[in-house]
């Protein structure tokens, strides 16, 4: 919902992170290689401990994510972050942050298994030229997972993994009005497994994901709309990005691909099999700077 007078809970605000004197410059999407990706434990219900995953298979699709990427980049906008021992999943690089115009807000896990990599994320980009905040101790937020900038508002997804108080911090913090919403199907636990923003006026979405109050929200949107199906949801379709003027989709969606070809937009299909093994796909490999 749409509020614009509500205040933060009195003596909770988005803090000021100290600044780091290292300043490089930023990037607009970065990503990390799913170097030491393991199946160690289960926190959502796609993972499971005994389906049998290769990691070399998941570093060729990465792999072939970014050259995807850099066909379509202009020179210099895509940054490669440094995998770190023992952050298993640090390749979903950006579930504890979210990036907008320059500032960048911290969150924390739901789980406690993926607490560790918050430290990583954060003197990764405080060493660019971020200006960053983070949300009180204690207060969930699984950033740009469940973040995303949208014709100058926030879309905000919570219930699931995000704490519904984070759209206070996210209002103050980045000026913006919030939509929040709420996830209602454990399989997609995060806002960007099951809505897809492809342009201004162009809104792709799971509805089996939302009840009825948040499907009547995104209904109420002023743009046309796509409903994805559950199959091709499963395949992970709503986790699409548009870069570089062209929607990077998995491979299992071929309904919407055609949908949106036949609004004239390029599509690219990408293998990202061996991530849906731990529910993720191509947007949550992605860690987008919103300008
Ligand atoms: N296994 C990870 C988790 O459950 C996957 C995160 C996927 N990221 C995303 N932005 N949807 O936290």
Redesign the pocket.
């Given at each position: 919902m749409i509020s614009h007078d509500e205040q933060a809970p009195r003596g909770q605000e988005p803090r000021p992170t100290a600044a780091s004197s290292r300043r490089v410059a930023r990037k607009d999407i970065l990503l990390c290689p799913p170097r030491y990706l393991e199946l160690t434990y289960e926190?959502?219900p796609w993972?499971k401990k005994t389906t049998p995953f290769s990691r070399e298979r998941a570093l060729e699709q990465w792999e072939a994510l970014v050259a995807a990427y850099r066909k379509v980049d202009a020179p210099g906008r895509i940054e490669l972050v440094p995998p770190v021992e023992g952050l298993t999943?640090l390749c979903?690089f950006?579930?504890s942050v979210f990036l907008c115009e320059g500032k960048a807000l911290f969150g924390h896990f739901r789980?406690k298994e993926?607490e560790p990599e918050r430290a990583a994320v954060k003197e990764f980009l405080l060493a660019r030229s971020f200006r960053g905040f983070e949300v009180p101790e204690g207060v969930v937020f699984?950033g740009?997972?469940e973040t995303m900038l949208w014709n100058d508002k926030i879309l905000f997804g919570f219930g699931k993994r995000s704490d519904e108080v984070v759209r206070h911090f996210l209002r103050q913090t980045f000026k913006k009005d919030v939509v929040d919403i709420e996830m209602e199907d454990a399989s997609f636990?995060?806002l960007?497994?099951a809505l897809f923003p492809v342009h201004e006026e162009l809104l792709a979405y799971y509805p089996g994901s939302f009840g009825p109050i948040d499907t009547a929200t995104i209904e109420s949107f002023d743009c046309e709309k796509i409903k994805v199906s559950e199959k091709e949801a499963r395949a992970f379709a709503c986790?699409s990005i548009v870069w570089g003027g062209v929607v990077f989709m998995p491979t299992g969606a071929p309904v919407l691909r055609k949908e949106l070809e036949r609004r004239g937009l390029g599509t690219v299909e990408v293998d990202v099999s061996e991530f849906l093994k731990?529910?993720?796909?191509i947007?949550?490999l992605t860690l987008q700077h919103y300008l």
């Open positions: 926190i959502n993972m999943e979903f950006g579930d789980h993926r699984e740009a997972g636990y995060h960007d497994t986790n731990f529910g993720g796909g947007k949550c």
